[in-house]
């Protein structure tokens, strides 16, 4: 159970223009501008759900799973996951989370992957047949029996990426904080990579935090979102909520032989080049399937596909709506 | 304690794999002892009354000093971690149930025993058998070896100590390089690593012998040559043991602050 209550947090950072007298000036007098990186923070997340944390650059979320992890501490609020502070009882609270940050790496770079694994059992004191089991597991799952002999810095990124989620695991954690997992991976990878954290979700269940920019992922994996802009929530609910409430208009893009397709007031042809068109509903006005009835009822298709608002184009639009 | 046996054995076997860097630093190190040795010599031959020890001492302590050089040297740093300070990977050692000062301490006296153990013997071996005043000897005395073992292992202690402050300063001055180069500077030529202790003049002696920086390989080295012993020695190892805690408390402290206010770097 993770709760957080009213989190903020200020940076300060360094300030200064461009150009050498600046630079000189900034010797002496030190010009600092205060940011609030998290403004009156505040959800709840229930044992073995799986969230999204969107939001864009800068917005916050490192700075949240930061705090949740334990490693900075706010300047106001609460918040308490599994009933501790995660930056007051640090030692016990890190104990039963696992963190994976896209960007860095855990692995020690000139040994095995497997040194670092045995390293981690011990600084988490897994118990061996713990241990054991896990690893057979995570080395199934993610398909990396072939490169734990490896040494790090001869691993590709993805490699390298699946190496880091199994480290991340290796002590059971009850909550998995995963901060960009999917960033600079082929799409192979990612597809391993999301597959494998539905798994451990739904088999162990285990809470999981994902920060993404690839709204892939936001659409493979998780139910719910939190939208945070400028250090402010704005949006908690589900996907499909979020996706409703945007999703009037949907395209067909339909392959066809005969006449020419007819608009009507609920079908809009966009597009008819004879044989090949685009037709725009509105599904609040006419589901789907009718809609393709009443085309297939003019003439033969061909090919069809449907698509609604992806989820990226969603997110833009709540960026523009909010204004972040 | 076992979690920070691990650390240390994870950069031990690392340091292990670098067997070129290590034949390098032997060859290095023979060519800096003979140097040495041969420059002392000469001045010795110009007027061996002004030596406060004889040169076959003096022998002895370059040696040694060449042997150990990784067990004692100030630059002996592991670059990750300030890099990992400066870019914010810290923050995956923060999110380990252990003791982040434990943990360096570990990681750090690892490289220098894993640097030392590919290095020292090699040069022991050699200068052991060099001709009369150019060679190693044995230790003074048996009380001597054995108070050189225990003040040995100290010595390395307030090292490791001393170092550790340092990178415990890089959470606060974002980039280490500048507190890193003056310790390095400082703490070579404090400890007698460049000119032993006892040949400076004997104002400015009484005052490096208090400094922390005595406390590393000038109090084992002139103990094994048998320049310090006795009473003498067994003062020199208790300023070595008061230094080891007031440096170990003070790096905690450090960390202890620089947690609270720490701010990781980087999105």
């Keep these: 159970m993770i709760e957080l209550k009213n989190i903020n947090k200020t940076f300060r950072v360094a300030k200064r223009n461009a150009g050498f007298r600046e630079a000189v000036r900034a010797l002496f007098r030190k010009e600092y501008s205060y940011v609030k990186a998290l403004d009156d923070v505040s959800f709840k997340i229930g044992d073995g759900e799986m969230v999204g944390y969107i939001g864009p650059n800068g917005a916050g979320k490192s700075s949240t799973i930061k705090i949740m992890s334990g490693i900075m501490s706010p300047d106001g609020g609460e918040c308490v996951i599994n009933g501790r502070v995660p930056w007051k009882q640090r030692k016990e609270h890190v104990r039963e989370i696992g963190v994976v940050f896209g960007q860095r790496s855990q692995l020690w770079w000139d040994v095995p992957v497997i040194d670092s694994f045995e390293l981690l059992k011990n600084v988490y004191k897994v118990p061996d047949a713990q241990y054991k089991k896990n690893y057979g597991e995570l080395v199934e799952l993610l398909d990396i029996g072939e490169i734990v002999r490896t040494p790090v810095r001869q691993l590709s990124l993805g490699q390298r990426m699946r190496c880091e989620i199994a480290a991340s695991l290796l002590h059971s954690p009850k909550i998995l904080f995963l901060d960009e997992p999917t960033i600079g991976l082929d799409a192979v990878s990612k597809i391993a990579v999301r597959e494998f954290i539905k798994t451990i979700n739904r088999e162990n269940k285990t809470t999981v935090i994902l920060t993404t920019h690839d709204m892939q992922d936001i659409e493979a994996l998780t139910e719910r979102i939190i939208l945070i802009g400028k250090g402010r929530i704005l949006l908690d609910g589900s996907l499909d909520e979020l996706k409703s409430r945007n999703s009037g208009k949907k395209t067909l893009t339909i392959s066809y032989v005969g006449e020419k397709i007819p608009s009507s007031d609920k079908l809009t042809v966009v597009k008819d080049m004879g044989g090949h068109a685009e037709i725009v509903i509105d599904s609040s006005e006419i589901s789907v399937s009718d809609a393709i009835a009443a085309v297939s009822g003019a003439v033969e298709i061909k090919d069809i596909s449907v698509e609604g608002t992806t989820v990226d184009e969603l997110v833009v639009s709540l960026y523009k709506e909010f204004r972040i | ?267």
């Excluded at chain 2, 040694?64 to 923050?91: C, H, K, R």
């Excluded at chain 2, 400094?211 to 012993?229: E, H, K, R």
């Design chain 2, 1 to 267: 304690m076992k979690q920070y046996l691990s650390f240390f054995r994870i950069r031990f076997v690392g340091g292990l794999q670098y067997r070129a860097a290590a034949l390098a630093g032997i060859v290095t190190q023979f060519a800096w002892g003979f140097l040495s040795v041969l420059m002392y010599k000469a001045f010795y031959e110009s007027n061996p009354d002004a030596f406060p020890m004889e040169f076959s001492q003096l022998s002895t302590y370059i040696w040694l000093q060449q042997a150990f050089l990784a067990l004692f040297m100030p630059w002996l740093f592991e670059q990750d971690i300030f890099d990992s300070i400066v870019s914010g990977n810290v923050a995956y050692e923060l999110c380990r149930p252990c003791d982040i000062y434990n943990m360096w301490f570990a990681r750090n006296a690892a490289i220098r025993l894993s640097n030392t153990v590919l290095r020292c013997m090699p040069i022991l071996l050699v200068a052991a058998f060099l001709p009369a005043p150019f060679k190693m000897t044995l230790p003074a005395g048996w009380l001597n070896a054995a108070l050189f073992i225990v003040s040995m292992v100290l010595g390395f202690l307030v090292q490791v100590s001393i170092s550790l402050v340092i990178y415990i300063s890089a959470f606060y001055t974002v980039s280490a390089q500048g507190i890193k180069m003056l310790s390095i500077t400082l703490t070579e030529f404090l400890s007698g690593a460049v000119i032993p202790i006892p040949f400076f003049p004997e104002a400015v002696q009484k005052v490096f012998n208090v400094l922390p920086f005595a406390s590393v390989q000038n109090t084992p080295f002139l103990i094994y040559v048998g320049y310090t012993g006795g009473v003498q020695a067994g003062i020199a190892i208790a300023l070595q043991v008061a230094w080891l805690i007031v440096l170990f408390a003070a790096g905690r402290l450090l960390v202890r602050r620089a947690m609270k206010k720490v701010v990781v770097q980087g999105g």
